[in-house]
């Protein structure tokens, strides 16, 4: 009888201090990201160029992008951006002493910062610009009925953008993106340069990881 007794005992109080202890949420690791930290992005996006001037030729590639991103429920939220880009395009005309044709390619560098503002659930506005360095170069071919003469430059120089666009998250870690944005190059102009503008159309995807 008395062993029983212990037994009614020793299995009250196990009861008794199951039920003080409180229950805790796992908490995250060490080093873990949470809703209110930068998440790294990962985007490429399609560039149409639409050059500025019309002796100018238009310019197509692609841009690849590392972002940082506030992903916390706000309804405005921060992008910063790395970016980098290639285009290439060609011009034919006829001049007085022949018919011309311009190969041009680009390679633009940037940092770039976007506000996101939130339209809905899943679509945000933004709002943002770009800046950095692009280097360049020029194949031009002069055809006239003396044969053909071919000249070729580069050069480098600053370059910027402002833009505005549309972004659209059909999950938590997938955008899709639509924007336009003006760019200005401005090259060297000891170096066959000058400033080149752009009407932009950019289309793309990003990732978060």
């Known amino acids: 009888m008395k062993h029983v007794f212990t037994q009614i005992l020793m299995a009250g109080a196990l ?34 160029g639409i050059a500025r001037h019309s002796d ?17 429920e706000s309804a405005v939220r921060h992008h910063l951006s790395l970016n980098v880009a290639a285009m290439w395009g060609s011009k034919s005309r006829y001049e007085w002493s022949g018919r011309s ?33 692009a280097w360049g170069s020029a194949d031009s071919t002069l055809h006239t009925p003396y044969g053909d003469f071919r000249h070729d430059s580069s050069s480098g120089g600053f370059t910027c953008s402002g833009g505005v666009g549309l972004r659209y998250m059909p999950s938590d870690t997938l955008y899709l993106s639509l924007g336009y944005e003006y760019a200005v190059t401005d090259f060297d102009e000891h170096r066959h340069g000058g400033s080149f503008g752009q009407h932009i159309i950019s289309v793309g995807m990003g990732w978060q990881f």
């Open 15 to 48: 009861s008794g201090a199951a039920c003080a202890a409180p229950y805790v949420l796992p908490s995250p690791q060490t080093g873990a990201l949470t809703p209110w930290d930068m998440q790294p992005v990962y985007a490429i996006e399609g560039l149409w």
């Open 56 to 72: 100018e030729p238009d310019m197509w590639g692609p841009r690849l992008s590392f972002s940082l991103y506030s992903d916390a």
């Open 101 to 133: 044709e311009t190969d041009l390619f680009m390679l633009p560098v940037t940092v770039g910062y976007d506000v996101n503002i939130e339209l809905s659930e899943r679509v945000l506005l933004y709002v943002g610009g770009k800046a950095g360095y």
